[in-house]
């Protein structure tokens, strides 16, 4: 991180896209609190933090777990993390959300809300808008309700400390690691081979470790979704502790 700090001072670039902290042999807080302080020297030098939390058990890197010692995360633990979870498919409210949001600070002092693309856009009047790729254009849910918690919490007169990150672009701006290059060849490899073969109009995918032609209009036929009536939603409003509806 230094190094990084001190090419970028003298005009060269980063040394390394990413670090990882690893305090899984701290307790949990300590663990959060110092990655919290890494995060704001990494969001500065344009760098991911990648933490490891929660506990490891047995022997790693020297870090023994006795006998008697927490050698495994819990529940419990998993609600340090991330405490909202927005996603398209399950609708809230504004003053859902800020009720809910209200309730958790006044019993925990802290929160965490992650917000996917595209979240919340009933709160937008629709524009109609696309991009240059035919996609709806949607509002910015994440100034948006940085701007709106921030409003609220005034207006009752309840202090919070907020920091808003949007890593989109620090992400997809990442070089390519030699994963990433060696299975791009491979889709381009076997891209070749399908045209050679005389197969138009589909595209190269990879499921169960196997590539595929998939033809685009079976592509392109359905959204994948997340169903908020079915399991992989009932376990992260398990794990974050979120209220089900916030209308």
């Given at each position: 991180?230094?190094?990084?700090?001190?090419?970028?001072?003298?005009?060269r670039?980063?040394?390394?896209?990413s670090?990882?902290?690893?305090?899984?042999?701290?307790?949990?807080?300590?663990?959060?609190?110092?990655?919290?302080?890494?995060?704001?020297?990494?969001?500065?030098?344009?760098?991911?933090?990648?933490?490891?939390?929660?506990?490891?058990?047995?022997?790693?890197?020297?870090?023994?777990?006795?006998a008697?010692a927490?050698?495994?995360?819990?529940?419990?633990?998993?609600?340090?993390?991330?405490?909202?979870?927005?996603?398209?498919?399950?609708?809230?409210?504004?003053?859902?959300?800020?009720?809910?949001?209200?309730?958790r600070?006044?019993?925990?002092?802290?929160?965490?809300?992650?917000?996917?693309?595209?979240?919340?856009?009933?709160l937008?009047e629709?524009?109609?808008?696309?991009?240059?790729?035919?996609?709806?254009?949607?509002?910015?849910?994440g100034?948006?309700?940085?701007?709106?918690i921030?409003?609220?919490?005034?207006?009752?007169?309840?202090?919070?400390?907020?920091?808003y990150?949007?890593?989109?672009?620090m992400?997809?701006?990442?070089?390519?690691?030699?994963?990433?290059?060696?299975?791009?060849?491979?889709?381009?490899?076997?891209?070749?081979?399908?045209?050679?073969a005389?197969?138009?109009?589909?595209?190269?995918?990879?499921?169960?470790?196997?590539?595929?032609?998939?033809?685009?209009?079976?592509?392109?036929?359905?959204?994948k979704?997340?169903?908020?009536?079915g399991?992989?939603?009932?376990?992260?409003?398990?794990?974050?502790?979120?209220?089900?509806?916030?209308?």
């Amino acid at each position: 991180m230094e190094e990084t700090e001190r090419r970028r001072a003298a005009g060269r670039p980063n040394l390394f896209n990413s670090h990882m902290f690893d305090g899984s042999a701290l307790p949990l807080k300590e663990n959060l609190d110092i990655a919290a302080k890494l995060l704001e020297r990494f969001q500065k030098n344009e760098l991911v933090l990648e933490i490891e939390v929660g506990v490891v058990g047995g022997e790693e890197d020297g870090v023994k777990g006795e006998a008697g010692a927490k050698l495994y995360t819990t529940p419990e633990d998993t609600l340090e993390q991330v405490n909202f979870c927005l996603i398209p498919e399950a609708s809230f409210t504004l003053d859902g959300l800020l009720g809910a949001l209200k309730q958790r600070l006044e019993r925990r002092g802290h929160a965490v809300i992650v917000v996917a693309e595209g979240a919340g856009q009933e709160l937008f009047e629709a524009s109609g808008e696309r991009d240059a790729s035919g996609n709806i254009k949607y509002g910015d849910i994440g100034t948006y309700l940085r701007d709106a918690i921030r409003d609220y919490f005034r207006r009752i007169g309840m202090e919070i400390n907020l920091k808003y990150i949007d890593p989109s672009y620090m992400i997809r701006s990442q070089p390519a690691n030699p994963h990433d290059s060696a299975f791009c060849l491979l889709m381009g490899h076997n891209a070749v081979h399908a045209g050679m073969a005389g197969r138009t109009d589909m595209i190269v995918g990879f499921w169960n470790h196997q590539f595929t032609h998939v033809p685009t209009q079976l592509a392109v036929s359905a959204r994948k979704k997340i169903d908020p009536t079915g399991w992989i939603w009932s376990s992260v409003l398990a794990s974050t502790g979120q209220p089900a509806v916030m209308k």
